[in-house]
C-alpha cells in the first residue's frame, strides 16, 4: 500500500515563504498521471492549488499563480510545493495528491498552513 506524507507546514508571517514536501512511500512518480496540491480551509470545501500532468502541463489556481511553484524529484519520490508571498487566505490544510496510470488515487494527510502575523 502506498503511502504519502506530507511535512513542512508551519506558522508563517503575510510575504513570507514555505515549501511543502510529499514523500511516497513507493516509486510511483514514475508511473502518475497527473500529480497535485490542494487545500481545505475551516468551513470551505477542499479545492485545487495546482497540478501537473505526466507531459509537464501544469495547472494552477488564480489565487495561487505567480507566488506557487509544484515540482517534483522523481528519485526521491518526493513532491513539493514552493510557496511564496504567502498571504492570510492561503491558510488551509495542505493535502498532496497522486493519480496513476493503475487507476489508483493516493491522497496524503495534511499539512497545517497558517499565514498570520
Known amino acids: 500500500q502506498v503511502q504519502l506524507v506530507e511535512s513542512g507546514g508551519a506558522l508563517v508571517q503575510p510575504g513570507g515563504s514555505l515549501r511543502l514536501s510529499c514523500a511516497a512511500s513507493g516509486s510511483i512518480f514514475n508511473i502518475y498521471v497527473i500529480m497535485g496540491w490542494y487545500r481545505q480551509a475551516p468551513g470551505k470545501p477542499r479545492e485545487l492549488v495546482t497540478t501537473?500532468?505526466?507531459?509537464?502541463?501544469?495547472n494552477n489556481a488564480d489565487s495561487v499563480k505567480g507566488r506557487f511553484t509544484i515540482s517534483s524529484d522523481n528519485a526521491k519520490n518526493t513532491m513539493y510545493l514552493q510557496m511564496n508571498n504567502l498571504k492570510p487566505e492561503d491558510t488551509a490544510v495542505y493535502y498532496c495528491?497522486?493519480?496513476?496510470?493503475?487507476?489508483?488515487?493516493?491522497w496524503g494527510q495534511g499539512t497545517q498552513v497558517t499565514v498570520s502575523s
Open positions: 501537473i500532468t505526466r507531459r509537464g502541463t501544469t
Open positions: 495528491n497522486v493519480q496513476l496510470i493503475t487507476g489508483q488515487n493516493y
